[in-house]
């Protein structure tokens, strides 16, 4: 199980579910059927339903189960790949196409909350891409100047400027991308399930799909207690999904503190940017709005995992932060990252008029609000597959997909028994 199906911990106080949803029975006929019910299939629904089709969404647990509910809640652009080698990977039209497309992908994001009113705690402070060591340094260097020549507003800052920022630490430098910023994730998802109700979607919960069946007008898509007839099938299940099979699943844990001292929320995070490292096993944190420090890195919280991470995680914040004189960590949670082999998305066109957009590797918030845009612009005839961001791209059949999710558990855990690497 991908963390506790019943809690995402504190963030299900503040995100409370969308009213109006439950599972499917009977049977239903629509336009477009959306299995998913995270950043892209929901907000494909919103677009779909706003142009008129008839949209449901059957999503196998809650409104952001997956790792829609399960992230930091960092609303960064682009992807984890530097932009030139994502733009040497894909090539023309389509590398350069995706940066200009995700580089405005958080602001795409500020602008639906703002404009929609959706309450999800963003904060549009900027994230910092946090230097360890000189390699990192050199790292966060050239990343932001690939971003630099394709006029993003970053900069490099330097030691001293990165711990002012911080309120801690030891890096050598960091990044500050100002278009980006932090939210609460759940919230965020729950907050899409509500504007595609709003626009005419239908959503299901608690509504696994057990078959996809080809009827040859029409595709039928059978749950449980039911099924949707629709012309097209949007599968954007991404990690949590059994097909596509191109991913490899890495976990990622978040720990939240109990809520901080003005204090210390005043000499931490000033300024409320979120931030992330350099590391090979890299850490995040970020504040939420009651002053939680929320604190997450590779790993999962089960077992004997639980005890490792915890503990390597109170090292590395002491280590951080020296004023958390006290610290106690009120909650936990982990989900899934869906990585791919170049860690770059993937469009698949499964079979006729039954798509996917998905491998996110981390990068999941900004990148699935646009992606479910595009995905409903295509489905309506609005946008050509040749003017896609991403080409249609075959099923990776991930070989050893199991083994290597299996060492990424152990080497996480071997990473944060070794000891607070910063």
Not at 131 to 142: C, F, N, P, T, Y
Not at 216 to 234: D, F, H, K, Q
Request: aromatic letters at 8%.
């Amino acid at each position: 199980m991908h963390g506790n199906p019943k809690s995402h911990g504190l963030w299900e106080l503040t995100a409370p579910a969308p009213p109006n949803t439950g599972p499917l029975v009977g049977d239903a006929r629509a336009d477009v059927v959306v299995i998913g019910g995270g950043y892209t299939g929901l907000s494909a629904a919103i677009h779909l339903a706003k142009a008129g089709a008839r949209a449901v969404v059957l999503e196998a647990y809650e409104i952001g189960f997956g790792g829609s509910g399960r992230n930091v809640g960092l609303v960064n652009a682009g992807m984890w790949v530097m932009p030139d080698t994502l733009s040497g990977t894909l090539g023309p039209p389509f590398g350069e196409r995706l940066i200009e497309l995700l580089g405005g992908a958080p602001q795409e994001v500020f602008e639906l909350i703002e404009r929609d009113v959706v309450d999800c705690e963003v904060e549009r402070a900027g994230t910092l891409h946090c230097a360890v060591g000189h390699r990192g340094l050199q790292e966060i260097q050239i990343r932001a100047e690939q971003w630099q020549k394709r006029g993003a507003p970053v900069v490099v800052l330097n030691a001293e400027e990165t711990r002012r920022k911080i309120g801690g630490g030891n890096y050598t430098g960091a990044m500050l991308d100002k278009r980006a910023g932090t939210i609460q994730p759940l919230a965020y998802a729950r907050g899409l399930a509500r504007l595609a109700l709003a626009a005419g979607a239908r959503i299901f919960t608690r509504t696994e799909v057990l078959t996809v069946s080809d009827m040859g007008l029409c595709w039928r898509v059978g749950t449980a207690m039911g099924s949707v007839r629709a012309e097209w099938v949007v599968v954007a299940t991404d990690a949590y999904g059994n097909r596509p099979r191109s991913q490899v699943r890495l976990p990622y844990f978040n720990l939240a503190t109990r809520p901080l001292s003005d204090r210390l929320r005043t000499s931490i995070l000033p300024e409320r940017q979120g931030a992330w490292d350099t590391s090979a096993v890299l850490s995040s944190f970020r504040f939420d709005r009651s002053g939680r420090l929320v604190f997450g890195s590779v790993g999962a919280l089960q077992g004997i995992g639980a005890l490792v991470h915890r503990a390597w995680a109170i090292r590395s914040l002491r280590r951080l932060f020296p004023q958390l004189d006290e610290l106690e960590f009120e909650t936990g949670w982990f989900g899934m990252i869906g990585m791919t082999s170049d860690h770059l998305p993937r469009f698949h066109k499964l079979d006729r008029n039954l798509v996917s957009f998905g491998g996110y590797n981390g990068r999941g918030i900004a990148p699935g609000t646009v992606f479910g845009r595009v995905l409903a612009s295509y489905i309506l005839g609005h946008l050509a597959e040749k003017d896609l961001p991403l080409p249609a791209a075959p099923v990776e059949h991930r070989r050893f997909r199991a083994a290597r999710e299996a060492l990424y558990r152990a080497g996480s855990q071997l990473v944060h028994l070794a000891g607070a690497r910063l």
